[in-house]
C-alpha cells in the first residue's frame, strides 16, 4: 500500500464534521468567496501573525512588513494568509505588559496549531512581544521565522542625539533633580520617539531581537535593521520567502530551540549587555521546549564571555549605529570559539557555516574584538544569598563598581504606592550609603511585576547631587535604565519570599565578586515576622487574572504559566491559593 501524502495548505487540520471529504469541500467553498483562485487553493500556506495594533506605538509599519512578507511567500510559491493576534505595547498596559506576555504566547500558540499553515511568520518587535510569539511557536513546532519591528531612528533635540528611552531616563532624572524645568522637560518629550520601530538602544526590543537571531530563528542579519531603512522591508520578504524553505524541509522550531542554541543566546545576551528581563524571556522561551536556564550556569558563562557592544545604557552608541557597525553577525563571530557552531538556523544552514562566510566591515568603536574588550566579564550575574534563596540579577555593565562590595542599612519600601507616597518627602530617613528595597513588585504581587526596579534617587538626595545606589527589589527593570540594581529576588515577597521579612534598619550584604546577597537579621527573627507577616492578597474572583495568579512561576522559572511548559510541575507547588 501506498502511504498518503501529508496534507499540504489548506487540506491540514480539517475541522471535524466525521466526514473529512466534505470539511475540505466545505474548507474551500469558503475560501473561494475571498476570491482566491483555485490554483492558489493547492499551495503551501503560509500563515503571518500581524500584531498592529492602535495600542502598540512599536507596531506602527507591520502592515508594510506583513504586505513585504506576502510578496516573498507569493514569489516563492505559496499562499500568504494574515492572522490577528494580541498585540502588546510596553507602555500602553496595566499593571504591566509582562502580566500579558502569557496570554498573547497562547493567543499564538492556539492560532498557529488550529488553523492549516505549513508554516508561520511572526511580525512583532515590542518588548513582550517576541517572547510571547517564540513562546507559542515553541509550543505549536510549526515551522517558524521571527520578523522584528525593528528599532527607531534617534532624533535631534538642542545639538544633541535622541533616542527613547534611556535618555528619557536621564532627562527625568534631571527634572527631577531641580536641573531642568516643565518647558523643557516637555519639549525633550517630543523630540525622544520620532519614528516607527523600538526603542533606540540596547533596551529589552533590541535585546530579544538579537537574541532571535543568535537563537538562530532569525534571518542573519536583520535584528538591528532599524524601523524605517528599506532593507527592513527587504527582510520580510525574505523572512516570507524563507518560510516556504522550512515548510518544505520540516525544520520546525523543536530542531533549532536547542540547549545549544539557548546557550549561544545567552553568551550574545552577556557580550551585548543586553537587558535584565531577556533573563526571564529566554528562560521561558527554553521551558517551552524542557530546557532549563539554569542561573549558576549563567555566571559561569558570564566568567568568560566578554562585553563586546558599547550602546546605551551602558554607552554612547545606538541600535542604528550597531547595524552599520556589523550588526549581531559582528558580535558572533568575535564569539565563535564560544559558540556552539553547530545550532541549526531557519536559513537551513548551522551557525558555524553562517559564519563561514567573508566578514563584513566591522565599526570597532561599536563591536569591540574579544582581545580588546569594554569589560572582560558578562554584562549580567546572578546573585544568591539568604535574601534571594533562587537567585536575583545585577545588570553590572550598567552598575557602579564602586558599589559592589558593600553592607548598608535598608530602607524599606512596602509596595510601589508606599514608594510613591514617600520617595520624595523630606523627611525620609535616607542617605546615600543606604539600601533602597522594594517589596510585593514581583511575579504574584498585585502589580505583576513591573519594571520598576529602578527605584528613583530619593529627591533630597538627587539635589544634592547623588546619581546611584543600591536598590533592591523583586520588581523588574527597563532594559534602557542603568544603575546598581538587584532585581528578580526570588522568591518574591508576595509569595513569602525573605524580600518581604527585610525591615527598615536590617543590614543587607552585597558580593559581587561573591556573587552573593545576604540579609543579615537571626532566623529568630525572621520567623518571628513570618509568623507576623499579614494574610496574601485575596485571589482574583475570574478571568485570566485568576488563572495567571494560580499557575504564575517564579522569576527564575521565566514567569511562564506553569501550564504551558512542556513539562508542568504539581498544579499547585510554590503558587498561591484561595
Same mark, same amino acid.
Given at each position: 500500500?501506498?502511504?498518503? *501524502?501529508?496534507?499540504?495548505?489548506?487540506?491540514?487540520?480539517?475541522?471535524?464534521?466525521?466526514?473529512?471529504?466534505?470539511?475540505?469541500?466545505?474548507?474551500?467553498?469558503?475560501?473561494?468567496?475571498?476570491?482566491?483562485?483555485?490554483?492558489?487553493?493547492?499551495?503551501?500556506?503560509?500563515?503571518?501573525?500581524?500584531?498592529?495594533?492602535?495600542?502598540?506605538?512599536?507596531?506602527?509599519?507591520?502592515?508594510?512588513?506583513?504586505?513585504?512578507?506576502?510578496?516573498?511567500?507569493?514569489?516563492?510559491? #505559496?499562499?500568504?494568509?494574515?492572522?490577528?493576534?494580541?498585540?502588546?505595547?510596553? %507602555?500602553?498596559?496595566?499593571?504591566?505588559?509582562?502580566?500579558?506576555?502569557?496570554?498573547?504566547?497562547?493567543?499564538?500558540?492556539?492560532?498557529?496549531?488550529?488553523?492549516?499553515?505549513?508554516?508561520?511568520?511572526?511580525?512583532?518587535?515590542?518588548?513582550?512581544?517576541?517572547?510571547?510569539?517564540?513562546?507559542?511557536?515553541?509550543?505549536?513546532?510549526? *515551522?517558524?521565522?521571527?520578523?522584528?519591528?525593528?528599532?527607531?531612528?534617534?532624533?535631534?533635540?538642542? +545639538?544633541?542625539?535622541?533616542?527613547? @528611552?534611556?535618555? @528619557?531616563?536621564?532627562?527625568?532624572?534631571?527634572?527631577?533633580? +531641580?536641573?531642568?524645568?516643565?518647558?523643557?522637560?516637555?519639549?525633550?518629550?517630543?523630540?525622544?520617539?520620532?519614528?516607527?520601530?523600538?526603542?533606540?538602544?540596547? #533596551?529589552?526590543?533590541?535585546?530579544?531581537?538579537?537574541?532571535?537571531?543568535?537563537?538562530?530563528?532569525?534571518?542573519?542579519?536583520?535584528?538591528?535593521?532599524?524601523?524605517?531603512?528599506?532593507?527592513?522591508?527587504?527582510?520580510?520578504?525574505?523572512? +516570507?520567502?524563507?518560510?516556504?524553505?522550512?515548510?518544505?524541509?520540516?525544520?520546525?522550531?523543536?530542531?533549532?530551540?536547542?540547549?545549544?542554541?539557548?546557550?549561544?543566546?545567552?553568551?550574545?545576551?552577556?557580550?551585548?549587555?543586553?537587558?535584565?528581563?531577556?533573563?526571564?524571556?529566554?528562560?521561558?522561551?527554553?521551558?517551552?521546549?524542557?530546557?532549563?536556564?539554569?542561573?549558576?550556569?549563567?555566571?559561569?558563562?558570564?566568567?568568560?564571555?566578554?562585553?563586546?557592544?558599547?550602546?546605551?545604557?551602558?554607552?554612547?552608541?545606538?541600535?542604528?549605529?550597531?547595524?552599520? &557597525?556589523?550588526?549581531?553577525?559582528?558580535?558572533?563571530?568575535?564569539?565563535?570559539?564560544?559558540?556552539?557552531?553547530?545550532?541549526?538556523?531557519?536559513?537551513?544552514?548551522?551557525?558555524?557555516?553562517?559564519?563561514?562566510?567573508?566578514?563584513?566591515?566591522?565599526?570597532?568603536?561599536?563591536?569591540?574584538?574579544?582581545?580588546?574588550?569594554?569589560?572582560?566579564? #558578562?554584562?549580567?550575574?546572578?546573585?544568591?544569598?539568604?535574601?534571594?534563596?533562587?537567585?536575583?540579577?545585577?545588570?553590572?555593565?550598567?552598575?557602579?563598581?564602586?558599589?559592589?562590595?558593600?553592607?548598608?542599612?535598608?530602607? %524599606?519600601?512596602?509596595?510601589?504606592?508606599?514608594?510613591?507616597?514617600?520617595?520624595?518627602?523630606?523627611?525620609?530617613?535616607?542617605? &546615600?550609603?543606604?539600601?533602597?528595597?522594594?517589596?510585593? &513588585?514581583?511575579?504574584?504581587?498585585?502589580?505583576?511585576?513591573?519594571?520598576?526596579?529602578?527605584?528613583?534617587?530619593?529627591?533630597?538626595?538627587?539635589?544634592?547631587?547623588?546619581?546611584?545606589?543600591?536598590?533592591?527589589?523583586?520588581?523588574?527593570?527597563?532594559?534602557?535604565?542603568? +544603575?546598581?540594581?538587584?532585581?528578580?529576588?526570588? *522568591?518574591?515577597?508576595?509569595?513569602?519570599? *525573605?524580600?518581604?521579612?527585610?525591615?527598615?534598619?536590617?543590614?543587607?550584604?552585597?558580593?559581587?565578586?561573591?556573587?552573593?546577597?545576604?540579609?543579615?537579621?537571626?532566623?529568630?527573627?525572621?520567623?518571628?515576622?513570618?509568623?507576623?507577616?499579614?494574610?496574601?492578597?485575596?485571589?482574583?474572583?475570574?478571568?485570566?487574572?485568576?488563572?495567571?495568579?494560580?499557575?504564575?512561576?517564579?522569576?527564575?522559572?521565566? @514567569?511562564?504559566?506553569?501550564?504551558?511548559?512542556?513539562?508542568?510541575? @504539581?498544579?499547585?507547588?510554590?503558587?498561591?491559593?484561595?
Amino acid at each position: 500500500m501506498t502511504e498518503k *501524502p501529508e496534507p499540504v495548505g489548506l487540506t491540514r487540520g480539517l475541522t471535524n464534521y466525521g466526514d473529512m471529504d466534505f470539511a475540505r469541500y466545505l474548507r474551500l467553498s469558503m475560501a473561494r468567496s475571498m476570491g482566491l483562485s483555485s490554483e492558489l487553493l493547492r499551495k503551501p500556506v503560509v500563515g503571518i501573525a500581524a500584531t498592529y495594533s492602535e495600542f502598540n506605538n512599536c507596531h506602527r509599519q507591520v502592515p508594510e512588513l506583513v504586505a513585504a512578507v506576502k510578496r516573498g511567500v507569493l514569489a516563492a510559491g #505559496g499562499l500568504p494568509l494574515e492572522f490577528p493576534t494580541i498585540s502588546l505595547g510596553e %507602555v500602553f498596559l496595566n499593571p504591566t505588559s509582562l502580566f500579558f506576555r502569557n496570554l498573547m504566547a497562547i493567543d499564538t500558540e492556539e492560532m498557529v496549531r488550529g488553523q492549516p499553515m505549513d508554516a508561520v511568520v511572526l511580525v512583532g518587535g515590542c518588548d513582550k512581544t517576541v517572547p510571547a510569539q517564540l513562546m507559542g511557536a515553541v509550543s505549536a513546532n510549526v *515551522p517558524a521565522i521571527q520578523v522584528v519591528t525593528g528599532p527607531m531612528m534617534t532624533g535631534r533635540w538642542r +545639538g544633541e542625539r535622541l533616542g527613547a @528611552c534611556t535618555d @528619557c531616563r536621564r532627562f527625568w532624572a534631571k527634572f527631577r533633580a +531641580g536641573e531642568i524645568d516643565a518647558d523643557t522637560i516637555e519639549e525633550v518629550e517630543g523630540n525622544l520617539a520620532t519614528t516607527a520601530g523600538t526603542c533606540a538602544v540596547m #533596551g529589552t526590543a533590541s535585546t530579544m531581537a538579537s537574541l532571535a537571531e543568535a537563537l538562530g530563528m532569525m534571518l542573519p542579519g536583520t535584528a538591528a535593521i532599524p524601523a524605517v531603512h528599506a532593507d527592513r522591508i527587504r527582510a520580510a520578504e525574505a523572512s +516570507g520567502a524563507a518560510a516556504m524553505m522550512l515548510a518544505a524541509k520540516r525544520i520546525t522550531p523543536d530542531r533549532i530551540i536547542t540547549e545549544k542554541s539557548v546557550e549561544n543566546a545567552l553568551r550574545v545576551l552577556l557580550a551585548i549587555g543586553g537587558s535584565t528581563n531577556a533573563i526571564i524571556h529566554l528562560t521561558a522561551i527554553a521551558g517551552r521546549a524542557g530546557i532549563t536556564v539554569d542561573l549558576n550556569r549563567l555566571n559561569a558563562l558570564s566568567d568568560t564571555t566578554p562585553v563586546l557592544v558599547d550602546l546605551k545604557p551602558t554607552g554612547p552608541f545606538y541600535m542604528e549605529d550597531l547595524h552599520v &557597525a556589523g550588526g549581531i553577525g559582528a558580535v558572533l563571530r568575535e564569539l565563535k570559539p564560544l559558540l556552539h557552531l553547530d545550532a541549526l538556523t531557519v536559513t537551513g544552514e548551522t551557525l558555524g557555516e553562517r559564519l563561514a562566510a567573508e566578514p563584513g566591515y566591522v565599526d570597532r568603536a561599536v563591536v569591540r574584538t574579544r582581545e580588546e574588550p569594554l569589560q572582560p566579564e #558578562g554584562g549580567l550575574v546572578a546573585l544568591f544569598g539568604s535574601l534571594a534563596p533562587r537567585g536575583a540579577i545585577l545588570k553590572r555593565a550598567a552598575a557602579d563598581p564602586k558599589l559592589f562590595e558593600k553592607e548598608a542599612r535598608a530602607v %524599606v519600601f512596602t509596595s510601589l504606592e508606599d514608594l510613591a507616597a514617600r520617595i520624595d518627602s523630606p523627611d525620609l530617613d535616607v542617605t &546615600a550609603d543606604d539600601f533602597l528595597v522594594l517589596q510585593n &513588585a514581583g511575579p504574584l504581587s498585585p502589580s505583576g511585576m513591573p519594571e520598576a526596579g529602578y527605584l528613583p534617587i530619593p529627591a533630597k538626595l538627587a539635589r544634592a547631587g547623588v546619581k546611584d545606589m543600591v536598590r533592591i527589589s523583586d520588581a523588574r527593570m527597563s532594559g534602557t535604565a542603568y +544603575g546598581t540594581i538587584v532585581l528578580h529576588v526570588s *522568591p518574591d515577597a508576595a509569595s513569602g519570599g *525573605p524580600l518581604g521579612l527585610v525591615r527598615n534598619g536590617d543590614r543587607i550584604r552585597l558580593s559581587v565578586k561573591e556573587r552573593r546577597i545576604d540579609l543579615l537579621v537571626e532566623e529568630a527573627e525572621l520567623a518571628r515576622r513570618r509568623a507576623e507577616a499579614p494574610a496574601a492578597a485575596a485571589m482574583p474572583k475570574r478571568g485570566y487574572a485568576r488563572l495567571y495568579k494560580e499557575q504564575v512561576l517564579q522569576a527564575d522559572e521565566g @514567569c511562564d504559566l506553569d501550564f504551558l511548559r512542556a513539562e508542568p510541575s @504539581c498544579p499547585s507547588a510554590g503558587r498561591a491559593t484561595d
